[in-house]
């Protein structure tokens, strides 16, 4: 028996992402995603590689370890609020995944990317406030 079903569902869970925002961070489809969660398919080396790379979990525990009832926990999964745990590049990538606002403003994702990613902030007010803005909008639209 092996548990990519489980390891995969308890990464939904652990990260609370969706199926959509879980295949994008690792390059799938929902429906793949669904497929692996309902034991219809079974992922191809590369995608447990690319899931092992992205969740900080060992491919060997991915599929041999049920990552939900076992004190092994995937390195770098954490509570949502621990956010001190994660990098830069890995708050913004969720604040792509996750706000409107930046799925329909393309280029000023890839502006703040590049920026962060390459390590190269430039224009680091000009980041700073327009992540500001976009939380104070989002702050305003769940408070009321």
Not at 34 to 43: M, V, W
Not at 91 to 106: C, H, V
Not at 122 to 136: F, H, K, T
């Amino acid at each position: 028996m092996n548990y990519i079903s489980e390891n995969i569902s308890y990464l939904l869970r652990k990260t609370g992402l969706g199926k959509d925002a879980f295949g994008q961070t690792v390059g799938l489809k929902r429906g793949n995603i669904g497929s692996y969660i309902d034991r219809k398919a079974y992922p191809k080396i590369e995608t447990l590689q690319k899931i092992s790379e992205t969740y900080k979990v060992s491919i060997d525990d991915l599929i041999n370890t049920d990552l939900a009832n076992n004190n092994l926990k995937p390195r770098g999964i954490v509570s949502k609020n621990a956010i001190n745990d994660y990098s830069v590049s890995e708050i913004i990538e969720n604040i792509y995944i996750r706000d409107d606002e930046f799925s329909s403003s393309p280029l000023l994702w890839m502006y703040i990317k590049m920026k962060i990613l390459d390590g190269k902030i430039e224009d680091e007010e000009l980041i700073i406030e327009r992540l500001e803005s976009i939380i104070e909008k989002n702050i305003s639209k769940y408070s009321k």
